[in-house]
């Protein structure tokens, strides 16, 4: 039989190749890697030298509390000044004038004075509650906080919200770091509230510009501000033991972090 012109001689056969792996390759084994191989990636791990250090917010927490026993401290000048905006608001009803017609007294500098103040505290308290809420989730990253960064600040200053979310705040920064200072915190917060109602309810009371309304807060303005000034002082022993328990607990965290 002639072959045929157009078909190439036998040759030796050879053995088929051997199939190249596709599947993940185990780090550090290249034995196996083929040509269609994934790239060998290493599992996600940051060396601890290579993390940002974790640093105590000590120096902030001594601020809030000396901001805050000069709030209370004004707090209580204020109160004690009282009886003087009484006589001036007693004043301008016999003359027919409002409440915000009445002369201004040392009463009235001295909460202007009490605002300032307490412009300072809440800058200052946000940001330790910034930097212990940081801390928190540096040494605690599995606890869920109820509430986001942002509500560190604007949890204060946004109406009806304001009535609970700073409260959860601080809760949380307490729970992921010491539950010793939880307790406190309900305290410390119904005791805010307090002074928080008293305070302003004393403010519109002393503002306001309708006839008859100077008699009206002359008759209570004494007694609402001595609530305010006992609440506030309950509320600033409450409020101390916290931001030390919150502090004294990050500082030993952060130390056994290394």
């Known amino acids: 039989m002639t072959q045929d012109p157009f078909v190439p001689p036998a040759g030796p056969t050879f053995p088929a190749a051997p199939p190249v792996p596709t599947g993940p390759v185990a780090p550090g084994d290249s034995s196996t890697a083929g040509p269609t191989a994934g790239p060998v990636t290493a599992p996600y ?4 030298s290579a993390r940002p250090p974790v640093r105590s917010a000590a120096g902030l927490g001594v601020a809030v509390i000396v901001l805050a026993s000069v709030w209370t401290a004004v707090q209580v000048l204020v109160s004690l000044l009282a009886p003087e905006a009484v006589k001036a608001l007693r004043r301008a009803d016999l003359a027919g004038l409002g409440a915000r017609d009445s002369n201004f007294t ?3 500098a001295a909460g202007l004075l009490s605002v300032l103040v307490q ?3 809440f ?3 946000c940001f330790w509650l910034t930097a212990s809420r940081n801390i928190a989730t540096a040494v605690n990253p599995t ?3 109820k509430r986001g960064p942002v509500w560190v600040w604007l949890g204060w200053v946004v109406p009806v919200v304001s009535l609970w979310f700073p409260f959860q705040v601080v809760r949380d920064v307490g729970r992921s770091t010491s539950r010793a200072s939880v307790p406190a915190i309900g305290g410390w917060w119904a005791a805010w509230l307090v002074y928080l109602g008293t305070s302003n309810l004393a403010g519109r009371l002393t503002s306001s510009p309708t006839e008859g309304s100077a008699a009206n807060a002359a008759d209570v303005l004494v007694g609402m501000e001595g609530i305010a000034t006992v609440s506030m002082i309950v ?3 409450l409020w ?3 931001v030390r328990d919150i502090t004294h607990a990050q500082r030993a965290r952060i ?4």
């Open 123 to 125: 800058l200052v308290t």
């Open 235 to 237: 509320a600033l022993v």
């Open 106 to 108: 040392t009463y009235d």
């Open 240 to 242: 101390v033991g916290i």
């Open 45 to 48: 791990w940051t060396p601890q």
């Open 143 to 145: 606890f869920a906080h």
């Open 255 to 258: 130390a056994a972090l290394g």
């Open 119 to 121: 412009v300072a505290a």
